[in-house]
Every structure is written in structure tokens, then in C-alpha cells.
């Protein structure tokens, strides 16, 4: 499947951003869906992530309250709502997809999805 971000920008601390991405190829498959984000010099880390067929969310301990994952189905899209943004959250983030699955495990780890986005740069100044 092909993934293409939008929705990044420039935006001051205590601002609010709303990424989405846009699936195409394959779309007829159900894919477990991910955000995550890579700051310069860091490992990439994932953001938040949601499934299709159980409609669970989870998200990383530092966005929790924060961000929001959603999804239309019928639209293959997904995205991330962020608010209260902290100059820490400056990142490219980027979608990630693999087939779908129903568990609370594996879902944080980069090496479980097949296909990425090109990414979205995310800028918060303090």
C-alpha cells in the first residue's frame, strides 16, 4: 500500500496540528495503521497506533492525552490530531501500515509495519 502524509507545519508551543494520511494500492486489505516520528539524532519512535477490525488505539506515554488517532475507512485515510504541542514533539512524523491484527503487543515496534510514508516535517518553537 502506498502511504502519503500531509497536514505538517510550523506551529509555536501549546499550538495544535492535524496529520493525515492517505492510503492507495491495496486498500482493499485491512492494515493496521501507526504514527511515528524520528527528531534529528534520535531513533525513530512510535507516535500512536490504531487497528481496523478490533478499533483499538494506543498511543506512547508522552503524547497520551494529548494526541488523537482516528481513521475513515472509507475513505482510507488516518489521522493524528495533536494538540498541546511541546517544542519536543518537533519530528518528521511518518504513516506506517501492516495487515491488521488484534493484540496489544507489537504495535510500538517499527519493524512490524511493511510500508511507509515519506514523512511530514513537525515544527513546535518554544
Known amino acids: 500500500v502506498q502511504l502519503v502524509e500531509s497536514g505538517g507545519g510550523l506551529v509555536q508551543a501549546g499550538g495544535s496540528l492535524r496529520l493525515s494520511c492517505a492510503a492507495s494500492?491495496?486498500?482493499?486489505?485491512?492494515?493496521?495503521m501507526g504514527w511515528f516520528r524520528q527528531a534529528p539524532g534520535k531513533v525513530r519512535e512510535v507516535v500512536a497506533a490504531?487497528?481496523?477490525?478490533?478499533?483499538?488505539?494506543h498511543y506512547a506515554d508522552s503524547v497520551k492525552g494529548r494526541f488523537t488517532i482516528s481513521r475513515n475507512n472509507a475513505k482510507n485515510t488516518v489521522s493524528l490530531q495533536m494538540n498541546s504541542l511541546k517544542p519536543e514533539d518537533t519530528a518528521v512524523y511518518y504513516c506506517?501500515?501492516?495487515?491488521?491484527?488484534?493484540?496489544?503487543?507489537?504495535?510500538?515496534?517499527?519493524?512490524?509495519?511493511?510500508?511507509w510514508g515519506q514523512g511530514t516535517q513537525v515544527t513546535v518553537s518554544s
Open positions: 490504531i487497528g481496523r477490525s478490533c478499533g483499538s488505539t
Open positions: 506506517a501500515a501492516t495487515r491488521d491484527y488484534c493484540s496489544n503487543y507489537g504495535w510500538y515496534d517499527p519493524f512490524l509495519y511493511d510500508d
Open positions: 494500492g491495496r486498500t482493499s486489505n485491512s492494515y493496521f
